[in-house]
């Protein structure tokens, strides 16, 4: 069972912003800098959205950012688009990591 | 572009093996720590296993550990894993992704569904 814990599902309108927050322990997201989120669509490659809390790879769009406050981790999607309906995951490294129960975010 | 590809995957009674693989091109294969993740249809990813890039260090969750086996073949550029005496629970489409750092996966494969059903 995964010791890092997302609310179920997320909606917004087309343009809103939208922030799923992942919770884990002192021991992995409260120690470490090594937060990852993948995005999820069916039949696709999961997608590395975001790494080391707050970096974007190449090619990710910035409408999409990182952050995290003690235990908790959060990405913050910003002018919500159609596309960006998927499912997503967080990952952390440390004790009883590594993915979230995910997230599925509806676009309205 | 950097280019993982899965297959392998098949319908399995329960105690049966397969062996997953996964060829990977445009790619620095040699300089990765390497992962199979899964995706149990309508649940969560799961982390199963990696391998760092010589292939003398392993690491598997609990749940696989003395059944599934990962390796890798740095001429051939790929990763297999060897899954013995699967078990209906562990259905799943498989995934090969690279190593970012510290479990952080930044290139993935489209997948390989295992099915394991009598």
């Known amino acids: 069972q995964s010791a890092l814990t997302q609310p179920a599902s997320v909606s917004g309108s087309p343009g809103q912003s939208i922030a799923i927050s992942c919770t884990g322990t002192s021991s992995n997201i409260g120690y470490y800098n090594y937060v990852s989120w993948y995005q999820l669509h069916p039949g696709k490659a999961p997608k590395l959205m975001i790494y080391d809390v707050s970096n974007r790879p190449s090619g990710v769009s910035n409408r999409f950012s990182g952050s995290k406050s003690g235990n908790t981790a959060s990405l913050t999607i910003s002018v919500l688009q159609a596309e960006d309906e998927a499912d997503y995951y967080c990952a952390s490294y440390g004790n009883r990591g590594v993915f979230g129960t995910g997230t599925k975010v509806t676009v309205l | 572009e950097v280019q993982l590809v899965e297959s392998g995957g098949d319908l399995v009674q329960p105690g049966g093996s397969l062996r997953l693989s996964c060829g990977t091109s445009?790619?620095?294969?040699?300089?990765?720590?390497m992962n199979w993740v899964r995706h149990v249809p309508g649940k969560g990813l799961e982390w199963v296993a990696n391998i760092n890039q010589d292939g003398s260090v392993k690491n598997y969750v609990d749940s696989v550990k003395g059944r599934f086996t990962i390796s890798r073949d740095n001429a051939k550029k790929s990763l297999y894993l060897q899954m013995n005496s699967l078990r209906v629970e562990d259905t799943a489409v498989y995934y090969c992704?690279?190593?970012?750092?510290?479990?952080?996966?930044?290139?993935w494969g489209q997948g390989t569904l295992v099915t394991v059903s009598s």
């Open positions: 992704a690279s190593d970012l750092g510290y479990l952080q996966f930044d290139y």
């Open positions: 445009r790619f620095p294969f040699t300089t990765y720590w």
